[in-house]
């Protein structure tokens, strides 16, 4: 499954979100940093969701930097077929 993220530069900082994942919102001080911040937010985001058994916005954003959820990872994706995706 992959989520897109976009990325701002702000300052010093690049500033990253997710348009399906909008209460994500990260930043670093590279467009690396920034991105490897916003996989592992989405991650984490994620992985509460599903804990919570709250529903998860399917990804339909296709512009910016793809950011995949491990398929293999069982606290993952495996997790995130099983939960309602709306």
Do not use: W
Not at 9 to 28: H, L, N, S
Not at 29 to 38: I, K, Q, V, W
Not at 66 to 76: A, D, F, L
């Amino acid at each position: 499954m992959v989520y897109y993220c976009t990325v701002e530069k702000e300052g010093d900082e690049y500033i990253a979100q997710f348009p399906d994942m909008t209460t994500i919102v990260t930043c670093g001080f590279s467009l690396e940093e920034a991105l490897d911040m916003a996989k592992e937010a989405l991650d984490g985001c994620l992985e509460s969701a599903i804990s919570h058994g709250t529903s998860i916005p399917a990804p339909v954003c296709t512009n910016g930097y793809p950011i995949t959820v491990e398929e293999n990872t069982e606290s993952r994706t495996s997790l995130v077929t099983e939960a309602e995706l709306v």
